[in-house]
């Protein structure tokens, strides 16, 4: 990975818009227009972006909103994606970072995952000094992803990082 110094809200706008452009859902980003300034890698955090936008479209509802958050907390940056739809029961939130997963059902129009992208967030997240959460709503048929990434857990310069298949 590379990491610099980059304004990451610059790297969230731009996935966020080309998403706004290309999915059919509606979708809102939360926190734009500001500067948060870190040591990250920019084109990890625009991948795992892409990849939560991706599962919140083909596993939501299509005509409820995607909402992207992103905030600053000291040290420490929050990235979210939330969407309406698909609820992800306790037995799945368990295997459903493990690599080549497939335990989740596929979507009504038969979408299936190749169990590889929520691996790459959690691999991502990790590779920032941080972590990802997943909650689930069964009774508002809701889910959010919450990235929480470091924004000084790297210095500058390219790095090998830790593959980390397990949950």
Known sequence: MSFAEINIVEDIEMVWWEAYETYPNPSNLEGGGEKIIGILDAATIRRLLEKLMAKAVKYGSKDSPITVKIKEEGEEVFLSVHNQGSYISHEQKDKIFQFLNRSHKNTE????????????VKMAAEAHGGHVELKSDQEKQETSFIVLLRKLANPPGKKRVKLNYAV
Not at 109 to 120: A, M, N, R
């Open 109 to 120: 129009e038969g979408l299936k995952s190749w169990g590889i992208g929520l691996t790459f």
